[in-house]
């Protein structure tokens, strides 16, 4: 990982000393489509960040985050992806989110409508079980699993977004079955976990942190463990292949010349070294993993396959 | 006196219950697609829509056939009308027109329009009103209004 | 805990905190004042401004728009009979009847008052009892939830007005427009016809502004010129310290505050719901209730102070669970995690300072209101809208556009705005009710969620709904008040024939 920014920072830093005698960019205010509400997470993510953008950017750059709420998201990405490829129109992107809504209804874009920039925030899933369930360990909850199909409730956020792909991927790793109550949102889910109407939940790491004293954290869906919350074990360290999170990034309309894409993905990636850019993101509860261009591309066409191959077996809707 | 059936037709009441049975029955048709359970609420609300119509259509011609005279909806149809269509063309304009623009036309045109003549008192309204929203949405809190689809974004 | 509400104290006195809250209040007046502008539709405009400011600053002008707002709604409620905020639609009920009556002043003191004393109820069981209530609004699962609609829309009963089938019209459309858009479990479209602006919902704001301010905005415009009725000379003002000896509501007060901060931390309610449900109460209880809705002060009093009581108390979910109680404090939760607040049990030991500074800007802003109120409400906003009938139609119309276009940016609300507005012009001249398409819309949608959630979670077994305490008083309860007013009726008539 290390290497891979050492690398890209190595080849951002030459552009940019290219790039600065061929053109002006930034000559006017970015504009960076945010899909949701002020407030949101994905709204903190872009106002976070956009000072460091600018930051690196340099030239008095300047971004202007605009909110078009709407449709999960949807209105502000399609809007995005319609937008004049000249760098002057960016836009949060969020996985599997994003990706998903191609599949499951129409949408005015695919996945080759955009230019990738740079993920940011990577908030990996976590399964949760209440107190009261008496399920405290993942080798206790999948026994009951097993021996009662469907008779554990699993509260999440609504189908088709990143806590459904997680339990499909759990029910396919340990061949279990649950029952499904798609709250609106992860608050609701957590809140029913809490009074122990639901038995288990699968929320986010971000989502869980302030509560891990009244559930049961019973693992978290990454490779390593995360920085967030270091004192919560892997999946992979119960001997469980289970890796699955919420994404969030930016992306630009396909299309945008290479020396402004270049510009701009030098600087998102010079994101992942600011120390205080990460302070400032551990205090809005935003998990970080830094990818950018061709890696990011790759990561949501992966994503988009996933969640196709779950659409064909299983929609859900 | 008995009404002459075109006017027991033309009665507010039915023809509102009758607009009512006609969009409600129209909405009954995506039901349809939906998942049984997903129809059911939405089912229910138009086919009780459309069943208390019916009775309040009843109820109206029973009032029509015992020669009650129905209130009309307005003694002033024109300005009525007339409201409606600056208040839509208002919508219009501030879409693809933008909405500074519109509003400073809209201000006195309305008032001028619906009686209030004075000139200086459409000049000051006019000026106040949008130079506060000015001052608190775009000086303020750096808001965004439509800027008129007409000129691109 | 009551050591860190103490040591928070000082925080919230320094000059800036302070005059935010100050501001605050009289930017929540004026825009609940406002016909077509809403509290949460100026407070997500807020919202991203108030990432460069200092948290208490942020806060604190929530705080206050919040319980300006709340009462500010009352205003052109009782002068124009146009609900400010969703809230004070019940505020409409005998306050534009006080306001014919010659009695508009007394009214708004009757409102700003109650507003205050609500408010400042609501703040204490923020600041005092937020940990134990949090864990009352642990024990509504969805079947308990589903059961607090259920009970929300019986109360539809007592709005039906003198024509019950038109009443239930007006129901049935309300819940139907609840249901459009994504389908709450399975979220596939639901008459939304492909637009994705649809997706969400209708927004009750812009119901609201569509139903209650175009068809008075029409009347204002049909008339031929002259000045409103209701001018600031037969308001009737006198000071306020003079009318408070006739306010003699404290049952009214109590009753009120009590549903107001209960409905508040019951998640996705809100406000309108406790405004009626304390004018119900109040009405039922009363000795006189034939003088209700011909202008009786003490039914503002009732839907004025339960419509702040639940200010504060919606914070207590959304503070400690991340669920908000009302539409407002789901915007205000935004502006929390903007400076890094994050819901849930840490946030009170993690940040107390700000935490508690901002439930004390809530009870400033609650008492602030009587001073600013007070003044504010009968010497210039009452006047405003003592403007020429053709011009303040004029100025109302732009304040509409502005109020619904600013919720989501887009003017696809305006339009949908503007259709349920020539819905509301026929219902409002033929007599249709309002207040229950507003229920409707809000309890629903919610109650058809919930029901469906418990359904899923009892695996289709729909003896999960009564399979608690909480579930069966519910039940109880809901069919005390439905049918409870009827056998009352026929135990007095039987007594009278003997």
Not at chain 3, 93 to 120: C, N, R, T
Not at chain 3, 236 to 260: D, H, Q, V
Not at chain 3, 435 to 462: M, S
Request: charged share 15%.
């Amino acid at each position: 990982m290390l290497n891979i920014f050492k690398k890209s920072a190595i080849a951002g830093a030459m552009i940019l000393s290219a790039g600065a005698a061929l053109a002006e960019y930034p000559e006017k205010p970015i504009e960076v489509i945010v899909g949701y509400s002020a407030g949101g997470g994905t709204d903190v993510m872009a106002r976070t960040a956009a000072p460091f953008i600018e930051k690196y950017l340099g030239d008095g750059a300047s971004l202007v985050v605009k909110n078009m709420p709407g449709a999960s998201g949807q209105i502000g990405v399609t809007e995005a992806a319609n937008a004049d490829p000249d760098g002057y129109t960016l836009g949060t992107f969020n996985l599997p989110g994003m990706m998903a809504r191609t599949i499951d209804r129409e949408a005015g874009y695919d996945r080759d409508s955009f230019t990738y920039l740079a993920n940011v925030v990577n908030d990996p899933n976590v399964i949760v079980t209440s107190k009261e369930s008496g399920l405290d360990t993942l080798d206790k909850l999948l026994e009951e699993a097993k021996a009662n199909p469907l008779a554990v409730t699993v509260g999440m956020s609504s189908l088709g977004g990143d806590d459904h792909f997680a339990l499909i991927k759990l029910q396919q790793a340990t061949d279990t079955e649950y029952t499904i109550v798609p709250f609106k949102g992860s608050a609701p889910a957590r809140t029913a976990l809490l009074g122990g109407h639901v038995a288990m939940g699968i929320l986010n790491i971000s989502e869980v942190a302030e509560f891990q004293d009244q559930l049961n954290v019973l693992g978290v869906a990454t490779n390593e463990r995360s920085q967030f919350a270091p004192d919560l074990p892997t999946f992979k360290e119960q001997g469980l292949d289970l890796v699955n999170g919420s994404m969030r990034g930016f992306i630009a309309p396909a299309g945008l010349p290479e020396d402004v894409q270049a510009k701009l993905i030098d600087a998102f990636s010079q994101l992942s070294d600011d120390q205080e850019f990460l302070d400032a993101m551990a205090a809005t509860a935003n998990p970080i993993e830094v990818v950018t261009g061709e890696e990011f591309k790759q990561l949501t066409s992966d994503l988009y396959d996933l969640a196709n191959s779950v659409w064909q077996t299983t929609p859900w809707n | 006196m008995p009404e002459s059936r075109n006017s027991r037709l033309a009665r507010p009441e039915t023809l509102t219950a009758v607009g009512i049975i006609v969009v409600a029955a129209g909405f009954l048709v995506p039901t349809y697609d939906l998942r049984a359970i997903s129809a059911l609420l939405p089912a229910a609300m138009l086919i009780g829509l459309i069943v208390l119509s019916v009775f309040l259509l009843l109820a109206d011609q029973r009032k029509a056939s015992a020669g009650e005279d129905a209130a009309p909806m307005t003694t002033s149809p024109k300005r009525v009308i007339g409201a409606f269509l600056m208040i839509v063309s208002y919508a219009l304009a501030c879409d693809f027109v933008g909405f500074y623009i519109s509003t400073v036309v809209t201000i006195p045109l309305v008032a001028w329009t619906f009686g209030y003549r004075s000139p200086v008192g459409l000049l000051i309204a006019t000026v106040i009103v949008v130079g506060t929203i000015w001052a608190i949405f775009d000086f303020g809190m750096s808001q965004d209004f439509p800027t008129g689809r007409l000129w691109g974004r | 805990m009551y050591s860190d509400l103490l040591h928070a104290l000082p925080d919230v006195f320094a000059w800036t905190n302070f005059a935010a809250v100050v501001i605050g209040v009289i930017a929540g007046i004026v825009v609940g004042a406002m016909p077509g502008l809403s509290a949460t539709m100026a407070i997500s405009v807020l919202v991203p401004f108030t990432f460069g400011l200092e948290p208490l600053v942020a806060l604190g002008l929530m705080a206050g728009i919040y319980n300006g707002a709340m009462y500010g709604g009352a205003i052109p409620a009782v002068l124009l009979r146009i609900p400010g905020t969703p809230a004070a639609v019940a505020t409409t009920f005998d306050g534009y009847p006080m306001a014919q009556k010659g009695e508009g002043g007394f009214a708004l003191q009757v409102a700003v008052v109650s507003s205050s004393i609500g408010g400042i109820a609501s703040a204490f069981a923020l600041m005092l009892l937020a940990p134990p209530l949090s864990k009352v609004t642990l024990l509504f699962g969805p079947s308990e939830v589903f059961w607090v609609a259920v009970f929300g829309l019986a109360s539809i009963i007592f709005l039906l007005g003198g024509n019950p089938i038109k009443g239930l019209i007006s129901a049935c459309f309300g819940v139907f427009v609840s249901v459009i858009g994504s389908d709450p479990i399975y979220g596939n479209d639901r008459f939304t016809f492909g637009q994705l602006e649809m997706l969400d919902g209708i927004n009750i704001v812009i119901l609201l502004v569509g139903l209650y301010a175009l068809p008075p905005v029409i009347d204002l415009l049909e008339t031929p010129l002259k000045t409103d009725g209701v001018n600031s000379s037969k308001l009737g003002t006198e000071p306020i310290w003079k009318a408070l000896p006739r306010m003699n509501y404290w049952k009214t007060w109590l009753r009120g505050s009590f549903l107001g901060i209960w409905i508040g931390i019951l998640p996705g309610a809100g406000g309108s719901m406790a405004a009626f449900m304390s004018y119900n109460e109040a009405r039922r209880t009363s000795k006189h209730p034939e003088t209700w809705g011909e202008g009786e002060p003490e039914g503002v009093a009732a839907a004025e102070v339960a419509n702040n009581a639940d200010t504060a108390s919606a914070l207590i979910p959304a503070l400690t669970l991340g669920i908000p109680g009302t539409a407002v404090a789901a915007v205000m939760l935004g502006g929390l995690l903007v400076h890094g607040l994050q819901p849930g049990p840490m946030l009170f030991r993690d940040n107390p300072d700000i935490v508690f500074g901002f439930m004390w800007q809530f009870l400033f802003g609650a008492i602030l209101l009587v001073l600013l109120g007070g003044s504010l409400a009968t010497n210039s906003f009452a006047r405003l809208l003592n403007l020429p009938r053709p011009l303040l139609g004029s100025v109302i119309i732009v304040l509409m556009l502005i109020g619904v276009y600013s919720i989501h940016g887009r003017m696809f609300d305006v339009y949908l705005m503007l259709g349920f507005g020539a819905i509301g012009w026929v219902m409002d001249r033929l007599k249709f009710p309002l207040p229950p398409v507003v229920l409707g819309l809000i309890l629903g949608g919610f109650a058809e969620e919930n029901l469906r959630l418990a359904l899923r979670i009892g695996r289709g077994d729909p003896l999960v709904l009564f399979q608690n305490t909480t579930s069966l008083i519910l039940v109880a309860l809901t069919v005390a008040v439905v049918v409870g007013p009827t056998l009352k009726k026929r135990f007095i008539d039987s007594r009278k024939k003997a």
